[in-house]
T-cell receptor
């Protein structure tokens, strides 16, 4: 299994500002994923981050709002830009390890005021 | 798009009782994953299923990959207070060229001591 850490674990941000969330994996992985979990809801995939190429965004998510970096095989960042209260969610980093198993980080709990 | 129906939404059970929850899909999956999420944490992978009809156990947890490839269930035997949390099913059809996991809406389990 992969061990995934995220920073920060939580933050309270002002409307209109941006927050960058960091994700670190303890081994090299090809694919990293970013998910959003709105309060009381299930997980929704934001984008897939591949090293050496641009992230692939899911319907409803755009690069200007959620820019992603993937500088190497163990690290990725997700920025939530120009935040509004609707962006208040848990943001989760995830990766596949080995076969089809997929693992998640502890999440970043974001509150936008 | 693919949809997963997970039931029940929530359940209250007495400590020591067995629990069963299930997921059904509108389309075929070739991987089923079951996760548990504790408050303030990321989802933790419990069981992964890769073949139709597969029955896999992890301690007191047992999960099965339905024969039709459109459903899966998770059983917890002899529940204990630390089983409390939200259980998510997730499916993937990588044969369609997608690595995306589709998540159910979760089953919130409460255990009464």
């Amino acid at each position: 299994s992969a061990v995934i850490s995220q920073k920060p674990s939580r933050d309270i941000c002002q409307r209109g500002t941006s927050l960058t969330i960091q994700c670190q994996v303890d081994s090299q992985v090809t694919m990293m994923f970013w998910y959003r979990q709105q309060p009381g809801q299930s997980l929704t995939l934001i984008a897939t981050a591949n090293q050496g190429s641009e992230a692939t965004y899911e319907s409803g998510f755009v690069i200007d709002k959620f820019p992603i970096s993937r500088p190497n095989l163990t690290f990725s960042t997700l920025t939530v830009s120009n935040m509004s209260p609707e962006d208040s969610s848990i943001y989760l980093c995830s990766t596949r390890s080995g076969g089809n198993e997929q693992y998640f980080g502890p999440g970043t709990r974001l509150t936008v005021t | 798009g693919q949809q997963l129906n997970q039931s029940p939404q929530s359940m209250f059970i007495q400590e020591g009782e067995d629990v069963s929850m299930n997921c059904t899909s509108s389309s075929i999956f070739n991987t089923w994953l079951w996760y548990k999420q504790d408050p303030g944490e990321g989802p933790v992978l419990l069981i992964a299923l890769y073949k139709a009809g597969e029955l896999t156990s992890n301690g007191r947890l047992t999960a099965q990959f339905g024969i039709t490839r459109k459903d899966s269930f998770l059983n917890i035997s002899a529940s204990i207070p630390s089983d409390v949390g939200i259980y998510f099913c997730a499916g993937r059809n990588s044969g369609a060229g997608s690595y995306q996991l589709t998540f159910g809406k979760g089953t919130k389990l409460s255990v009464i001591p």
